[in-house]
């Protein structure tokens, strides 16, 4: 079986200069390598992402939603790795984030536990966004139980000051798992795709996580075999495999409500996502 990087292995990433195109602009990379060291993120059980009704009505979690499923693999002890990042094309741009494409090394001297560097994504924060990806770790900390499954899998949150490089505070970034293509347009959805996605929007609301962005940019195929990409992992709450995933967390939260309440969202809000893509 191959060796996979856990998620935990990396403590730092070096990025290294390396010219970037995008929409706007290009940008040539740092001309020193840039240092990010690996972040600790509150915990979901904090009530730092709860809704408002939660907390202005002092609603016990544990009294509307059962504990989180254990992940479905295993987390050794930190492997304490450095990987050095040379950012390339950019895959997507929102208001707060761009995500880019990137070659990932382990530096000489690293390479003695013989992991495997899946393709992995750099969500890079925009400027004065670093409290919106900040706002996602803690919700991929949260939904580790999910990682490899319905969500993608992430490798950590990193962050670095530097006031030489970056005036506008901390440059943040979560390194994730790369996924494949989104729902081609204009064209009918299988009937297995949709149930696959409806079966993310489940696994979701059983966790009482509400995906506040549920877009089309935001549901991705699993990268193919033949591409590099990791193998789905059967989901702890339904058991299925999927051949899609969610993603874009910065906005979700969670909620002290019933399942019902929450899969009556999803019910409501998937159609609507899916009725654009192929009216």
């Keep these: 079986m191959a060796n996979y990087l856990p998620i935990n292995a990396i ?20 001309s020193i390598p840039v240092v990010l060291q690996r972040q600790s993120v509150p915990s979901l059980e904090t009530g730092v992402l709860d809704d408002y009704a939660t907390k202005i009505e002092n609603r016990t979690f544990s009294d509307f939603c059962e504990p989180y499923p254990d992940p479905p693999f295993e987390i050794p002890a ?13 895959l997507s741009e929102g208001k707060t984030s761009t995500v880019f494409d990137c ?11 013989g ?6 994504v750099v969500k890079l924060a925009k400027q004065y966004r670093s409290e919106n990806l900040t706002k996602e770790a803690i919700m991929y900390e949260g939904m580790k139980c999910l990682q490899g499954s319905s969500i993608p899998r992430c490798y950590g949150f990193f962050q670095v000051r530097s006031l030489e490089f970056f005036d506008f505070g901390p440059m943040s970034l979560l390194l994730l798992e790369k996924l494949g293509g989104l729902l081609p347009l204009d064209k009918p959805i299988p009937d297995c ?3 696959d996605i409806e079966g993310l929007c489940s696994d979701l609301a059983h966790l009482r ?6 877009q089309y940019q935001n549901i991705l195929s699993t990268l193919s075999h033949e591409q590099g990409g990791l193998p789905s992992l059967p989901s702890p709450i339904s058991g299925r495999t999927y051949g899609w995933k969610l993603a874009g967390f910065d906005g979700a939260y969670r909620t002290s409500t019933t399942l019902w309440n929450v899969q009556s969202f ?8 899916l009725e654009d893509i192929y009216p």
Excluded at 209 to 214: R, Y
Excluded at 266 to 273: A, F, G, K, R, T
């Design 11 to 30: 403590s730092a990433v070096i990025i290294i200069s390396g010219e970037i195109g995008t929409p706007n602009e290009t940008w040539k990379g740092p």
């Design 103 to 113: 070659e990932c090394f382990i530096p000489v001297g690293n390479e003695t536990l």
């Design 209 to 214: 996580i509400v995906h506040d962005d549920l």
């Design 193 to 195: 795709t949709k149930s």
């Design 78 to 90: 930190p492997a304490n790795l450095s990987l050095q990042i040379r950012l390339g094309n950019v």
């Design 266 to 273: 999803y019910n409501y809000h998937l159609p609507e996502v």
């Design 115 to 120: 992991y495997n560097i899946p393709p992995m």
